[in-house]
Every structure is written in structure tokens, then in C-alpha cells.
């Protein structure tokens, strides 16, 4: 039985959010134990989008960002990233640590390592999700905190990926707790073949 092109997309970004889900329940429980604060998550929107349309999410390709990123190793080769616009980063310092900085330049050591082990927890529980959900083998190479323009960030962690027709899987992430909330965007960057085999093992490769 074939399955047309706009099922197989209505299908693909229900997977997507379903992995989105799974990995933010993880993501929850280990920030929540790392501040001893309690917090919620939630997808407000999950695509399939071009690498082009990185910038975009954050609200273009000279918006200030805070991006956290990894490359993945093991069965699909790529990378993942979570990435805040400067002011959802400012409105996370708050939450964690009672205050922010006011620009980039004033970013310290605490900061940055507070930037450093969210993005780490939310990436790991993603990777760990997609694991899961195609008991492929995949491993992260340790992360690496910048602050850049959104532009310049995507640059650096897919530059490679630009000779090709890649593209990725982003997971609009909301993070809340009782002084309000904060968004960020979960990209994942598989290389070509992995993108294919990744929606393969979930039975959702294209329509023959």
C-alpha cells in the first residue's frame, strides 16, 4: 500500500513530535533535579525545514544567539544543536540563576556553563529519543557553547553540510516555570543517507 506525499508528511511530523515528547520528558526531570526547581516543556511546533531556515527560527540570520551544539557520531553522522534568541537566554539565566546578563559581552564563566549543561541535558535526551525510537547507535561528541549571530553559529557546526541537499529536523522547545517562560529551538542535522534511514526504520521512507 503506497502512501501519498501529504500523508507521509502529516505521518513524519507526527513521529517527530512523538520523539520531541519522549525526549523532553527526560530533559524535564534531569533540569529539574540539576536546579532543584521545578519546570515544564512543551513542543509548540516540530518540522521537517532546510538548513536555509535555521536562521529563521531565531528570528533571522543576524538575530543574537546562544547555541549549544554537538556533533553525533555512530549509526547517522550529523549534528544537534539547541539554540535561544538572546532575549528567551536572558529570560532563562533568570530562572535559573535570578538575573542576567545585559549583553553579550558580559557573559561570565557561570553563565556560559549553566548554557553549556541545559543544552547539554536537552540534547542528550533528544539523541537519546531518536535512539530509542530506531535503536540506532548514535553518540555525541562533547558540546561546545557559543554566542553569535544566528547565522554564524549555523555555519560553524554545518558548514560541510552545505554541499548538500541536507536538511533538518527542528523542535520548537518551550521551557517554564512560575516567573514565566523561555523558547528554544532543538535542530537536529543528520547527513542525507541518515535523514533517509532515520524515517526508513520508522517506516515512513518515501512513496514508491
Sequence with gaps: MS???????????????????IGLGHATTAIAELTQK????????AEQIGLEQIPLLIGGREEQTVGIYMS?????????????????????????????PETAEQVGELEASVMLEI???????FLNAISDMTDFKLHATPPMVSIEMAAAILESIVLEAYSADHCALSIETRIVDEQGGAEGYFVYIPSEQGLHDF??????????
Design 199 to 208: 524515517f526508513e526504520r520508522l517506516g515512513l521512507g518515501e512513496a514508491a
Design 38 to 45: 521545578p519546570f515544564n516543556m512543551s513542543v509548540p511546533r
Design 72 to 100: 553525533v557520531e555512530g549509526d547517522i553522522t550529523g549534528h544537534i544543536a539547541f539554540m535561544f534568541p538572546w532575549n528567551s537566554a536572558q529570560k532563562l539565566w533568570t530562572m535559573i540563576l535570578g538575573s542576567a
Design 119 to 125: 543544552g547539554n541535558i536537552v540534547n542528550s535526551s
Design 3 to 21: 502512501i501519498n506525499s501529504s500523508s507521509l508528511d502529516a505521518l513524519r511530523l507526527s513521529a517527530i513530535k512523538e520523539l520531541a515528547n
